[in-house]
């Protein structure tokens, strides 16, 4: 059985901070409800590769749920939500900030209506503070959460990463909160609000760069390979040093194009084996590098010992012969490399599924296991595909009733802001 069958979540979420997490509840059984304005998830049509279909941007991230399209700002929309509100367990929202409380459906009024269901905001940065105010988009997180100050090499600018840490992983966090506060409610009877902030998610993900910052009024951080400073300052970019306990980079192999990498991690029990197969006793026992303290003020050296050896070798084939040694490494791998993956394809991670609108196309499959409920993928809604059926099957609505709502705008654009 799905884990969480029986949950039916109303998804009020946009673009990709809400849509990745709640696609995750619908991979675990959750029923989603996606509500979306008549002219839909602005993400269906932005990024399109096929005239007309739904951008992947939309397929991808909002699998195995329902499409409802209601227009909140009209009077029949707002009732039709409200009633969808009434057979909720789970409301999700990542409107921009005061968004929410114009279209009349604040906590305090969500939990009037429903007081066993749970809401979850996303936003950039919460509902309380100077930025309170302000939209935000991935790379907005990115730079205000910390990560792209540490992300980069000391002497380039900041860099973003390409991993979407400001929103899928806000969506993580937002789920996270979202199931205790589910656990909760089956013990009070009590619904709760989940407040999640981009801002904060990358934070969390930046926990140990955090770490290292308090570090360095004891002293540099002498696990980095370029220069840190002593006293409460940033932490550096380090390129591609590990950052943690164990020394690690990223070695150029033959024949030295842009993916032509191997990240190994000179894990302290490994060096003996791994110097030795490089450079045998002689780099093994140089008193430079044999033991942990000095390995790490030399390790530029080390490194340039390592990349000489790589450079005989394709990424494949140094990976292959410290595998042997059990040195813990893994070759850079292009999306391209990932989706003809044999482990990959094996575990279900790159999915092919079928569109009306788009033919054949992939989608990154689920990325939590669970032994008795496993997740079946299944293509993304059309836009509006279920509303009359939503309305009929959960809310009892007759062919009449959804007519007249239809007649009084409940399902049109609401009319153009002027200025
Ligand atoms: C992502 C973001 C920047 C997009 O901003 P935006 O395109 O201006 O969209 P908003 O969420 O502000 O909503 C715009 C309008 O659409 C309206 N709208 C949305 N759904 C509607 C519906 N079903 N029916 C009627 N109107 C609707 C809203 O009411 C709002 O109108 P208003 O400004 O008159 O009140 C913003 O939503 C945001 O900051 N969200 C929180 C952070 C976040 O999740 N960011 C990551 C996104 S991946």
């Known amino acids: 059985m799905e884990a969480l069958k029986g949950i039916r979540v109303l998804d009020l979420s946009h ?51 329902r499409s409802i399209t209601v227009n909140m700002k009209s009077p029949g929309g707002k009732q039709v939500i409200t009633e969808l509100l009434g057979k909720s367990d789970v409301v999700i929202e990542n409107f921009g900030p005061g968004v929410i409380d114009r279209l009349g459906f604040s906590w305090e009024k969500v939990r009037e209506i429903n007081p066993r269901v749970v809401m979850a905001s996303i936003k950039g940065f919460g509902s309380s503070g100077p930025y309170a105010e302000f939209k935000a988009y991935e790379n907005v997180a990115q730079a205000m959460g910390g990560a792209m100050s540490v992300t980069g090499v000391p002497e380039g600018p900041p860099f973003v990463t390409g991993a979407q840490i400001g929103d899928t992983g ?18 009070s009877g009590k619904g709760q609000y989940v407040e999640v902030a981009m801002m904060d998610g990358v934070m969390n993900l ?90 790490r003020k030399n390790q530029n050296e080390m490194w340039k010992r390592l990349n000489e050896f790589a450079s005989k070798y394709t990424k494949r084939e140094l990976m292959a012969l410290l595998n042997e040694l059990d040195v813990p490494c893994g070759p850079i791998m292009g999306t391209e490399d990932l989706a003809n993956d044999e482990h990959v394809r094996g575990r279900e991670m790159w999915v092919e599924l079928d569109h009306p609108q788009r033919g054949k196309w992939w989608n990154v499959g689920m990325p939590i296991k669970l032994s008795e409920s496993p997740a079946r993928i299944e293509r993304s809604p059309l836009l509006g595909e ?22 009084a705008g409940a399902f049109s654009n609401p009319p153009k802001k002027t200025a």
């Open 15 to 65: 673009v990709q901070a809400g849509p990745t997490g709640t696609q995750l509840m619908a991979w675990l059984g959750a029923d989603v409800i996606k509500v979306e304005p008549p002219t839909g998830d602005i993400t269906r049509g932005q990024l399109r590769d096929v005239p007309n279909a739904d951008s992947l941007y939309f397929t991808m991230l909002n699998c195995n749920k």
């Open 170 to 187: 806000t969506g993580l966090h937002m789920v996270i909160g979202v199931l205790a506060a589910l656990h909760h409610r089956n013990r």
């Open 206 to 295: 930046c926990r140990v760069k955090f770490r290292d910052h308090q570090r360095l009024t004891r002293g540099p951080l002498t696990e980095f390979s370029v220069p840190t400073r002593q006293g409460m300052g940033d932490v550096p970019r380090g390129g591609n040093d590990s950052g943690g306990g164990q020394l690690g980079n990223a070695i150029h192999c033959k024949p030295l194009g842009p993916n032509d990498y191997l990240y190994v991690v000179v894990q302290e029990v490994v060096w003996e084996a791994l110097a030795n197969k490089v450079g045998g006793e002689s780099f093994a026992k140089d008193p430079r590098f044999a033991m942990i303290g000095e390995r």
């Open 386 to 407: 279920h509303t009359e059926g939503v309305l009929k099957e959960v809310l009892g609505y007759s062919e009449e009733k959804i007519a007249q709502l239809k007649q």
